[in-house]
Nanobody, 122 residues
Framework: QVQLVESGGGSVQAGGSLRLSCAAS????????MAWFRQATGKEREGVAA???????SYADSVKGRFTISKNNAKNTLYLQMNSLKPDDTAMYYC????????????????WGQGTQVTVSS
């Protein structure tokens, strides 16, 4: 059964940190690529960070140096450490998994979680 469950969202002041988690079912976790996306109100969903099964990572320019994507294979869990948060980071954050090329495009991913809200106040 494909399952992705995000947690860790919340409200934080600018400059603060949050760590998002995504618990995956075993079959989903074995997909070649897992990623974080976000969607702000009135905007399109955008890729934030991706990580391949081999551990290669990629990031959107807007989060480079501030966000870190990682995985814990023993727990089938994906993480997103977010530091130096800005009000522009406010969005619903989604975990995704896919079996093809590992990138930041939404069409690369077949499986999606329900999302966790992140709100950053100035």
């Amino acid at each position: 059964q494909v399952q992705l469950v995000e947690s860790g969202g919340g409200s934080v002041q600018a400059g603060g940190s949050l760590r998002l988690s995504c618990a995956a079912s075993a079959s989903t976790y074995r997909r070649n690529c897992m990623a974080w996306f976000r969607q702000a109100t009135g905007k399109e969903r955008e890729g934030v960070a991706a990580i391949s099964s081999a551990g290669s990572t990629s990031y959107a320019d807007s989060v480079k140096g501030r966000f870190t994507i990682s995985k814990n294979n023993a727990k089938n869990t994906l993480y997103l450490q977010m530091n130096s948060l800005k009000p522009d980071d406010t969005a619903m954050y989604y975990c995704a998994a896919g079996g093809g090329w590992c990138g930041l495009g939404t069409l690369l991913y077949n499986y999606w979680g329900q999302g966790t809200q992140v709100t950053v106040s100035s």
